[in-house]
């Protein structure tokens, strides 16, 4: 992954409404330059084939006030879910990296639910934003979980940070223990609703939101140059209280 996207995971921020952001558009260049990038993200799982399309807002059923949308479109493979967070976080720090704001919109109707031989997954809205002071300040406001609830055993110095990863409703849906450089993951689920994600729905999410937490956990690691090795489960997508998802057998520091 792009190492300046490290930097953009404290700018970042979820605009839920895109008002008094200026008077900027997205242009045209703009736009091909997004569908450029995301076909050089890394995947998360190799062999699974993505794609976006980029339409106005007014195609799909976003009521509120960005330019435009970008849908994500996904082979349906084991651990699908995972992967299309993990590419799509990357192409969240690469809009905040180009002052394009932006927010994962989990409730979005497509206009075309299938595309190219591949399922609707999930939807961004952005708009152009470059005034930095809209992006985030500090993010240490942002309302997450208490580090002793996600994380188990020595932080490494990036646990910290890795916690600010978004999530659906900010579910939070991780926990990470750390057994002597060796790092497992798991998606976490409590019964019923999360916020206004209805309860059948809330397992679909939270595998998306797996995948945003490893591309944010990959980052911190690489940071702090920690090298390792990942080795990925099938997440069944049930409704299981606790399911291993990823381990990460980690190395000394690169010198």
Not at 61 to 82: A, G, T, V
Not at 188 to 200: F, L, Q, S, T, W
Not at 214 to 238: A, T
């Amino acid at each position: 992954m792009r190492d300046s996207f490290y930097d953009m995971i404290f700018k970042r921020k979820s605009f839920h409404l895109f008002r008094g952001v200026g008077s900027d558009y997205i242009t045209e260049d703009e736009l091909k330059a997004i569908e450029e990038a995301y076909v050089s993200f890394e995947p998360l799982v190799p062999g699974i084939r993505t794609g976006i399309r980029i339409v106005p807002t007014k195609q799909v059923s976003f009521k509120r006030d960005p330019e435009y949308c970008i849908l994500i479109y996904s082979e349906k493979k084991e651990n699908y879910l995972m992967n299309v967070g993990y590419i799509g976080e990357q192409l969240d720090l690469y809009l905040v990296e180009n002052h394009i704001g932006s927010l994962w919109y989990g409730i979005g109707k497509p206009d075309e639910p299938v595309w190219d031989g591949m399922d609707f997954v999930i939807m961004f809205s952005i708009h152009k934003v470059t005034d930095d002071s809209k992006y985030r300040k500090d993010m240490n406001r942002a309302e997450r979980k208490d580090l002793e609830e996600i994380w188990k055993g020595d932080d490494l110095g990036i646990a910290n940070i890795a916690r600010f990863a978004p999530s659906a409703c900010n579910s939070q849906p991780w926990y990470v223990e750390n057994n002597n450089g060796l790092l497992t993951i798991y998606r976490m689920r409590k019964p019923g609703k999360v916020g206004i994600m209805p309860a059948a729905k809330v397992a679909y999410f939270n595998g998306i939101d797996i995948g945003i937490y490893l591309c944010f956990l990959e980052l911190c690691l690489n940071h702090e140059k920690i090298g390792f090795h990942r080795q990925l489960f099938i997440d069944p997508g049930d409704e299981s209280e606790k399911t291993k998802v990823a381990e990460y057998c980690l190395s000394k520091k690169i010198g």
